[in-house]
């Protein structure tokens, strides 16, 4: 069981390495003072540094967002996060404590500075379902007797995060195990010879892996990498499963402002739900150095200037 300390001791961690990182790039600036007459070509390397940087901000406050609530509540990294309540700290705190230790951590005579902090306002709640046990098919296990067609989240005005594992499909006999996007968005059909629909047309074998952020993402299995899909989400959806008797597996998947799906209260350990979560964080970088200042905002799971 993962405690509160070794949570601390990880979230730690993380930050010492999102340091380094930012220090590594303040040494590179060092080496880029140059005369008045190649500024221009000193800006674009600044600004080559910041993407850099922003795209690093951004790999760290993933991990840091999967590991700040569920790693204490599950012993696993999961896309949301609880503002409050238990023994967890507001995210925003966690946030803007990690934000100062990097600073600390790479200050530099250069004047260089990264700092990175949690916009509340602009961040997303919602819920989040998961299914953590491979040998169970996909039904809806809140219900007697369980139902193998319905709806994973209703009402739903953003798909953050959607990772499935299919570890057995269906036989050529059956039916296939269907995930759609209701309200004018796409679908994956899971069948025996693997997985089509949403743009891709996968002969793979099974077990395999569908990874998702904002509706786009790969279909793989142990040795091949498929292709890209894209299930279209519209501004307002509801997902399904159809067939879910037909596959087995595990899945975690987030939406914006969905409506209870009543998989919380059940009795089977293996199904959880997460209500009034934050699903897609907001943050805003700031990069300082002696000759610019630049500030952006982005959303973790799409839309980079919410």
């Avoid at 406050?61 to 599950?74: K, Y």
């Avoid at 990874?211 to 959806?237: H, K, M, Q, R, Y």
């Amino acid at each position: 069981m993962v405690t509160t300390r070794s949570r601390g001791q990880m979230i730690l961690i993380m930050s010492v390495l999102f340091a380094v990182t930012v220090l590594t790039t303040v040494v590179l600036l060092n080496t880029l003072h140059a005369p008045a007459n190649v500024n221009t070509e000193r800006q674009a390397s600044n600004l080559g540094d910041i993407e850099r940087v922003e795209g690093q901000a951004a790999d760290d406050m993933e991990r840091l967002f999967q590991v700040h609530t569920s790693m204490n509540r599950t012993g696993e990294a999961l896309p949301y996060a609880a503002e409050s309540g238990g023994p967890d700290d507001p995210f925003g705190d966690v946030v803007n404590n990690t934000s100062e230790l990097n600073a600390a951590l790479s200050a530099s005579e250069s004047g260089a500075a990264v700092s990175v902090s949690y916009v509340e306002g602009r961040s997303q709640e919602g819920m989040l379902v998961r299914q953590n046990n491979s040998t169970q098919n996909f039904t809806h296990r809140g219900y007697s007797p369980s139902e193998q067609n319905w709806t994973v989240l209703e009402s739903a005005d953003g798909l953050p995060r959607l990772s499935m594992y299919v570890t057995d499909g269906p036989d050529a006999s059956d039916p296939p195990f269907e995930v759609l996007v209701e309200g004018g968005g796409g679908k994956l059909t899971f069948d025996d010879d693997g997985v089509e629909g949403a743009g891709v047309d996968c002969d793979l074998a099974y077990p395999i892996r569908v990874d998702a952020t904002g509706g786009v993402g790969t279909v793989s299995n142990a040795t091949d990498i498929c292709g890209e899909f894209d299930l279209g989400v519209p501004d307002t959806f509801n997902l399904t499963f159809e067939n879910g008797s037909q596959a087995e597996g595990t899945y975690t998947i987030s939406g914006v402002e969905a409506i209870d799906t009543d998989i919380e209260g059940n009795t089977f350990d293996w199904q959880q739900q997460y209500d009034g979560v934050v699903v897609n964080p907001a943050f805003r970088v700031q990069y300082t150095d002696p000759s610019i200042t630049h500030r952006s905002t982005f959303r973790l799971y799409g839309e980079s200037s919410p």
